[in-house]
């Protein structure tokens, strides 16, 4: 059975991907006794002080059953997530292909298949010198060989007819922690005790998968980095241990993306310019979120601007450098990061509304009195405070009036 091949060794710069719901989950899937694909395992425990205390070393089928079934939980974990949020898509930068790169180093890690002591030593130096944590964690690194199976004009996987083997490493950071004290009960002695505290691996709160897997291939231009917390992305990892710019997190890209409107809208940064803004937005996103397939849908500055022009209905001049400001000039924001497809908000100070997102019409804005108001459609089906209660009929309207 071949290896991919090229592009592998090609070192040439390749479009930006994503890795979809759909391969993320063909992978994941390898998590499990029936269908591993796990060649062998190491780890590494550092203590708060970042001095590593134990090691790691064997072919993971010769780990007992018990553990087995532990470390795949482990491993599932860090394939779990929201694509964009917990799952982020990092790509080389061209210099980190050549010779002393991090993907280099990353390459010949996976290649070694984990044998290489010194290699590995090295990697847990890295990981050691840019993880901010300060207590004890497990370092969890595996090798796997994913024989992938070729599928049919049906799209039903012929297990028995493969043309490639996916090699990867998946690296799982695992905060280890005290148990809880309390009390239990010894059957032994027939008594209730204070039980033993130990100290215990944790699920895992940073990992990535290397490389990438697109189009069910091997794409060594890119990798997926999982954080547990979608608000802090250990930026330390990702620009020291592999040499890519950290992403804005899904939280920043939507606070960058509230002040881009409001600062290129100005006086066209109004109620019904927004939720034009929204409902584009919503719309092409609702048009891919049954396509496993599918790629996040990804925004650049120039679509930005196009559906920002469109629901102004005027140019906006000095886009670009606010653009480069409050985003970055070369970075995509993710629709499902800036645009929510199941409910638009509305908030003042005193009151909040929250509207279905296909269903923003039912709100409008009209000047009553002399008043600015939002106007509310409602039906014959409320609720005020839990309460079930009666719409008001125009008679009852005209009445108070």
């Known amino acids: 059975m071949a290896l991919l091949p090229p592009p592998e060794g090609s070192g040439f710069l390749c479009l930006t991907k994503f890795m979809n719901k759909k391969e993320v989950s063909e992978i994941k899937k390898l998590m499990a006794p029936d269908r591993s694909a796990i060649t062998r395992i190491c780890g590494c425990y550092v203590d708060g002080e970042k001095k590593k205390r134990t090691e790691l070393k064997e072919a993971f089928l010769s780990i007992p059953q018990e553990e087995m079934f532990k470390y795949f939980e482990i491993f599932r974990k860090t394939l ?7 799952l982020i898509n990092l790509n080389f930068p ?20 984990l044998k290489d002591d010194a290699l590995l030593e090295q990697f847990y130096d890295k990981i050691i010198e840019s993880y901010y944590y300060g207590e004890n964690y497990y370092i969890i690194l595996i090798h796997g060989a994913y024989d992938i199976p070729k599928r049919g004009t049906d799209n039903i996987e012929m297990d028995d007819a493969s043309d490639y083997v996916y090699e990867y490493i998946l690296c799982s950071i695992c905060p280890v922690k005290l148990s809880k004290a309390g009390l239990c009960y010894n059957s032994e002695n027939n008594t209730i005790e204070e039980r033993i505290r130990d100290w215990i691996v944790d699920v895992p709160d940073s990992g990535f998968l290397f490389p990438a897997f ?23 990892l990702i620009e020291d241990v592999f040499g890519c710019s950290a992403p804005l997190t899904a939280v ?3 606070e960058s993306f509230n002040s881009l409107l409001e600062e290129t809208l100005k006086e066209n940064c109004n109620y019904e310019t927004i939720r034009t803004v929204h409902e584009k937005l919503t719309e092409q996103m609702k048009e891919k979120e049954e396509e496993a397939s599918s790629e996040p849908i990804t925004l650049n500055r120039f679509d930005v ?8 209905n005027t140019e906006l001049e000095d886009f670009d450098q606010t653009f480069e400001e409050s985003v970055g000039e070369e970075v995509q924001l993710l629709a499902a990061n800036i645009a929510n497809t199941q409910k638009f908000e509305i908030k003042t100070p005193e009151v909040t509304i929250k509207v279905a997102s296909d269903r923003t019409d039912l709100v409008e804005t ?34 108070n009036e």
Not at 100 to 109: C, E, I, K, M, P
Not at 221 to 234: C, F, I, T, V
Not at 305 to 312: D, N, Q, S, T, V
Not at 375 to 395: L, R, Y
């Open 214 to 236: 697109h189009d069910r291939n091997t794409d060594i231009h890119s990798m997926l980095y999982y954080s547990r917390n979608a608000k802090e992305l250990q930026t330390g």
């Open 305 to 312: 601007k196009r559906i920002l022009e469109h629901a102004a």
């Open 80 to 86: 779990s997530g929201t694509i964009g949020k917990n």
């Open 94 to 113: 061209l210099e980190q292909e050549f010779e002393n790169g991090t993907q280099q180093f990353l390459l010949r890690l996976r290649d070694s298949q």
């Open 252 to 254: 920043d890209q939507k």
């Open 366 to 399: 009209k000047w009553i009195d002399g008043v600015p108001c939002l106007v509310i459609q409602i039906t014959d089906q409320i609720q005020v405070n839990g309460v079930h209660v009666n719409a008001m009929k125009p008679e009852d309207f005209n009445q």
